[in-house]
């Protein structure tokens, strides 16, 4: 029998932590519930769930604190919940580590979806019928087979989407790929104008594999255009 995957939800709005933890329950997964971030950081570890759900505006310690912790010790995706629709609120929670955010107010059903699009992209890693990505230089070693990265040796710590991408771009080394390619290849045909996911996700992914991610030298920005990989050397 298949195992449900385990949600951790982490907001201080009683009522809205009841609604969701009664619908996704109903949808099929084991919920668990954390009024602040404090709490909800003790859970995460203990329970180890497969993705965070995780309110920005709470007390104490809010949901940007709380993805930072969180982010120090775990990949587990990230979906941000928040009232605030400005822009830089949405980068914020990008660059701070959350795989995807919603806006206030939100439907239930889109929630779900974007639960299940990450866990879809999470848990397939292993496909059988994948091929393997292997980009090597004397620096850096992209494995999609082994699901890491190296650099100088040392594994680098990365989430389901930032290592998806990476794949991605590595497998087409030296060519360019789009703003639209990327995001409907890692992301799903409903991001495709969502380009600030990728320009976030690239901003990652240099401040983890580039020796100065300033000036890049193995994720090049096409302007106007996407990005491409350096061929490896």
């Not at 650099?151 to 771009?169: A, I």
């Not at 983890?208 to 991610?213: A, D, F, G, S």
Request: glycine share 6%.
């Amino acid at each position: 029998m298949e195992s449900k995957a385990k949600l951790l939800l982490i907001d201080d709005d009683v009522t809205l932590l009841k609604a969701l933890e009664i619908y996704m329950t109903r949808a099929g997964y084991e919920v668990f519930t954390a009024g602040h971030g404090a709490d909800g950081l003790k859970q995460l570890f203990a329970l180890r769930p497969d993705l965070v759900i995780l309110d920005v505006m709470m007390p104490q310690m809010d949901g940007w604190e709380t993805c930072r912790r969180i982010r120090e010790l775990s990949t587990v995706p990230i979906i941000m919940l928040t009232a605030r629709g400005q822009e830089t609120e949405r980068v914020t929670g990008l660059r701070l580590g959350a795989d995807d955010y919603v806006p206030k107010p939100f439907s239930l059903k889109e929630l779900e979806a974007r639960i299940e699009a990450i866990l879809r992209r999470t848990m397939s890693h292993g496909d059988s019928d994948t091929p393997r990505v292997l980009y090597v230089t004397d620096d850096l070693v992209i494995d999609s087979e082994r699901w890491e990265v190296r650099r100088n040796g040392e594994r680098v710590d990365m989430t389901s989407t930032e290592l998806r991408l990476l794949f991605l771009l590595a497998e087409n080394a030296g060519r360019v790929l789009s703003h639209r390619q990327l995001l409907e290849k890692v992301w799903g045909p409903e991001y495709v104008d969502n380009v600030d996911y990728t320009k976030l996700f690239i901003w990652r992914l240099r401040q983890k594999i580039e020796p100065n991610p300033g000036q890049p030298r193995y994720i090049l920005t096409e302007r106007g255009i996407g990005y491409r990989m350096a061929p490896a050397r």
